[in-house]
């Protein structure tokens, strides 16, 4: 273990004063165990499991589903009439060749599985089990030589998604194309109300030329025409005034792009974010339908349903008083003068249980992590509570380092009476995640406890969770632990983190309902940039296109009736090639704007000038003469100041909103 005894080890045993536990070489992140004995010294739970989430509607099974099969996209088209058995086909999208009928076709109730079989050529077969629920579905395929399925549940190697035609075309809005004009540029055209009467608006944004990133601003676009089948639209704002005139049919879309010259190029397309709430208002009651019922397919697509554990166990590994202030990081604009450190910290491990996604045995899960619980006597109501998350590279034990580099406001919330929980997030071992990338082999910050993240897979089967639905998962159980407590306020819960952080707390946010503010800073606002962007895939999915399901914008409107912040630097190119790379998250605020009109709730653009950092705004910091406060951009540059003007998204103007990113999280 002495390979564990990196940075954070060596100055806590060295600088810190130990209270309880003794600090031994590989103490921080020891992945042979702790010591015996749960930290309430009770033997028990430390909080009883929440109840598992229920399906919001009854799976319906007839109808057209499209599925991603480990890259092969195909349509399944099943009749489920009432006297007759099921019936179906297959067959693959854009191939001209025939449908082939469905055998072994059956739907298993108590597992709530749909299994079929197709028959590729002589000896060729697929058998699929499909587990679906309110119009998504998830999966596994087992490919063989012979018509009948396996009995090796393990045999299922290959996974699936896929979503439901009827469940998301019964309205003919929203909806969102992903298309590519003239075999070269990709872009994202975006359809909805415009008012309850009648009448479409609609957003176009090129994202892509020649597979290479050529990100523009969103323009508005006129739309002329849309029944669910014919779409004809203008880009007011083009140089050659873009005519579109197209034809849906499924989940595809193809049609002509047509300029003012007459010059013609065709275009093709296919749907996306069809999980996503679209561009205009709906009424209270369909809001929150539309909240529910995402929240539900989201955590049914990216963790097995979100499964409440079976048991969860702290034990505390020791304790500690403050990381000593050596020096402050230079990214730091909070007062530590006018709030010292007076908390304790206490590492920990959570191990927790939960159901086998197959239904096999309980899978066991382990989670390193740091609490800091203030000195001083609890408020009334309890201590507000905050949750730190992360980003690369970082660690629970990071967020609490005033010289921590960018991942301290750990420290800076804990210094102001919040009862803190960090866990660590990061990535799987490379042998489950590597055919998405291959880098941070030994996990982001293994000194410090953060090492590698076992996925939550079945013996002998690769996951069936996506990698951000486990790293929201672990901070949920954090969560349960913290607010186990008898000295915090439940009705005071703050989730933040920066980067791979932010991702996270919108997807916690977004999911945890206990959740009252939510400040993502510097999270990705648009998944088709980040694709050709460059940035790290760790939010991509193993099983499709994540695309296809939602934006971060989508996540950002389930956060609704709480406070919602989302922090920006106006020059941090992370996410954005633009030249003000701020324009996309402007974008995202905007398109959840009508979702905090409706429910209420505080939505907040803190667009400070700094790059990829977190702030609070309490200070000067850096050259610039930037003002103090949480700044946002000038109310009027949220809306085109002129019929198609884009000059909104790129609009630098602030001004200050309140005098401290506290102000928004404060009892």
Not at 469 to 493: S, T
Not at 552 to 577: I, K, N, Q, W, Y
Request: glycine share 10%.
């Amino acid at each position: 273990m002495t390979q564990h005894l990196g940075f954070f080890t060596r100055r806590i045993c060295f600088f810190a004063v130990l209270i309880a536990a003794g600090c031994t070489d590989g103490i921080i992140g020891d992945p042979a165990g702790p010591p015996a004995g749960p930290s309430d010294g009770t033997g028990q739970p430390v909080v009883p499991p929440p109840p598992t989430p229920a399906p919001s509607t009854p799976s319906a099974l007839d109808g057209h589903w499209y599925l991603d099969v480990a890259g092969r996209r195909v349509t399944v088209s099943i009749t489920a009439p009432r006297d007759i058995p099921m019936r179906g086909n297959l067959s693959d999208d854009g191939a001209a060749t025939t449908a082939r009928g469905l055998t072994n076709l059956a739907f298993d109730a108590t597992r709530q599985e749909l299994a079929f079989s197709e028959q590729r050529g002589a000896g060729d077969f697929v058998h699929y089990r499909l587990r679906p629920r309110d119009g998504v579905t998830t999966g596994r395929f087992a490919a063989t030589t012979a018509p009948t399925a396996p009995q090796d549940p393990t045999a299922f190697a290959g996974q699936l998604v896929g979503w439901r035609d009827e469940t998301f075309s019964t309205a003919i809005v929203p909806r969102v194309f992903d298309i590519l004009i003239g075999g070269r540029q990709r872009a994202i055209v975006r359809i909805d109300r415009s008012s309850p009467d009648g009448g479409f608006m609609g957003r176009f944004k090129a994202y892509a030329t020649a597979e290479v990133l050529d990100e523009q601003l969103s323009e508005d676009i006129e739309v002329t025409a849309w029944d669910g089948q014919t779409l004809r639209f203008v880009r007011p704002t083009a140089p050659m005034q873009d005519q579109f005139t197209g034809t849906a049919a499924g989940r595809a879309i193809s049609g002509t792009v047509t300029t003012s010259d007459g010059a013609t190029q065709a275009f093709t397309g296919a749907r996306a974010e069809v999980l996503g709430h679209g561009l205009g208002a709906r009424s209270v009651k369909g809001t929150q339908e539309w909240q529910a019922r995402t929240r539900d397919r989201l955590a049914w697509l990216m963790m097995a349903g979100n499964p409440a554990p079976l048991s969860l166990r702290a034990t505390e590994i020791g304790r500690y008083m403050p990381i000593p202030e050596a020096s402050v990081s230079t990214n730091r604009d909070d007062s530590l003068a006018l709030w010292p450190a007076a908390y304790q910290l206490q590492e920990l491990y959570l191990d927790a249980t939960l159901p086998s996604p197959s239904g096999g045995a309980p899978l066991s899960r382990r989670e390193h992590g740091v609490l800091a619980v203030p000195t001083t006597a609890a408020p009334a109501s309890g201590f507000p509570v905050a949750i730190a998350i992360n980003g690369h590279w970082g660690s629970a034990w990071r967020t609490f380092d005033p010289q921590g580099g960018i991942y301290w406001y750990g420290d800076s919330f804990a210094r102001r009476g919040f009862v803190v929980i960090a866990v660590d997030v990061g990535h799987r071992p490379l042998g489950d995640r590597q055919s998405l990338y291959t880098d941070i082999p030994d996990g982001d910050d293994p000194a410090a406890g953060n090492g590698n993240h076992p996925a939550i897979k079945d013996p002998g089967l690769d996951s069936q969770w996506e990698e951000d639905g486990e790293r929201a998962w672990d901070v949920m159980r954090g969560i349960d632990y913290v607010l186990a407590r008898p000295d915090v306020d439940r009705q005071h819960v703050t989730v933040v983190g920066l980067s791979m952080g932010g991702e996270v707390t919108e997807w916690v946010g977004a999911i945890d309902q206990r959740v009252q503010t939510i400040i993502a800073a510097g999270a990705p606002p648009d998944l088709s940039v980040m694709r050709y962007h460059g940035n790290h895939p760790c939010w991509a999915w193993l099983r499709g296109d994540a695309r296809e399901f939602f934006d971060p914008g989508d996540l950002d409107g389930l956060a609704a009736p709480h406070t919602f912040v989302r922090e920006t630097g106006l020059v941090d190119g992370s996410f954005s090639s633009l030249s003000t790379p701020f324009a996309g998250d402007k974008q995202s605020i905007r398109r959840v704007q009508p979702v905090f009109d409706v429910l209420g709730g505080r939505l907040v653009h803190y667009l400070h000038y700094d790059a990829h950092t977190f702030h609070v705004g309490e200070l000067a910091w850096g050259t610039t003469a930037a003002p103090l406060g949480v700044t946002t951009p000038m109310e009027v540059t949220r809306l085109p100041d002129a019929p198609w003007s884009t000059a909104w998204e790129i609009d630098e103007s602030t001004e200050v909103l309140t005098p401290s990113l506290y102000n928004e999280v404060q009892p």
